[in-house]
T-cell receptor
Framework: SQQGEEDPQALSIQEGENATMNCSYK?????LQWYRQNSGRGLVHLIL?????REKHSGRLRVTLDTSKKSSSLLITASRAADTASYFCATDAGSSNTGKLIFGQGTTLQVKP | GAVVSQHPSRVICKSGTSVKIECRSL??????MFWYRQFPKQSLMLMAT?????????EQGVEKDKFLINHASLTLSTLTVTSAHPEDSSFYIC??????????FGQGTRLTVV
């Protein structure tokens, strides 16, 4: 069953602004991943953060993880129109480590040029 | 980087017929692949875990006789939607893992049952 909650569900910003998306989960995890999905397409892996990490950067992306609050955030800086997409967080199954991913509900981001 | 290829990308079928979707890992071997379903404007829901050389493991509420999974080789898993009905219309996505961290996803298959 889906365990992730994401907020906001939808976000609309101007090009150049920063976009922040939040994700909460319910069980213990080994890692948390963020994915991007353009409309009607597959998922593109953005970044993985392990449970013993608190922050990770990749280009214009910054991800934080707070395991005490069971939450993560994805920050996209200096957004571009091409960043328009849906963004999902996904967690593993924790100790079972089967490779399954449990997805959040997603945030739809619209970046206006 | 690793690539997972899914085919077909779109399929329209008549109600009552069966449709097969293929998922291939192109440059690595995957003993385990996963099948997800995504309804419009919703998130991905895990349907089943495809295990090479053994039976698939289905999530609760997913009918194994309706969604047949075969993982006959280390690079190919197939999902067959049997006796498809309009309510089976959805976006189906597979994934494969290289190791136990990053998952690589196929491009997805848009199934429309008419």
């Amino acid at each position: 069953s889906q365990q992730g909650e994401e907020d906001p569900q939808a976000l609309s910003i101007q090009e150049g602004e920063n976009a922040t998306m939040n994700c909460s989960y319910k069980t213990s995890i080994n890692n948390l991943q963020w994915y991007r999905q353009n409309s009607g397409r597959g998922l593109v892996h953005l970044i993985l953060i392990r449970s013993n990490e608190r922050e990770k950067h990749s280009g214009r992306l910054r991800v934080t993880l707070d395991t005490s609050k069971k939450s993560s955030s994805l920050l996209i800086t200096a957004s571009r129109a091409a960043d328009t997409a849906s963004y999902f967080c996904a967690t593993d199954a924790g100790s079972s480590n089967t490779g399954k991913l449990i997805f959040g509900q997603g945030t739809t981001l619209q970046v206006k040029p | 980087g690793a690539v997972v290829s899914q085919h077909p990308s779109r399929v329209i079928c008549k109600s009552g017929t069966s449709v097969k979707i293929e998922c291939r890992s192109l440059d690595f071997q995957a003993t385990t692949m996963f099948w997800y379903r995504q309804f419009p404007k919703q998130s991905l829901m895990l349907m089943a875990t495809s295990n090479e050389g053994s039976k698939a493991t289905y999530e609760q509420g997913v009918e194994k006789d309706k969604f047949l999974i075969n993982h006959a080789s280390l690079t190919l898993s197939t999902l067959t939607v049997t006796s498809a009905h309009p309510e089976d219309s959805s976006f189906y996505i597979c994934s494969a893992h290289r190791g136990w961290s990053e998952a690589f996803f196929g491009q997805g298959t848009r199934l429309t049952v008419v």
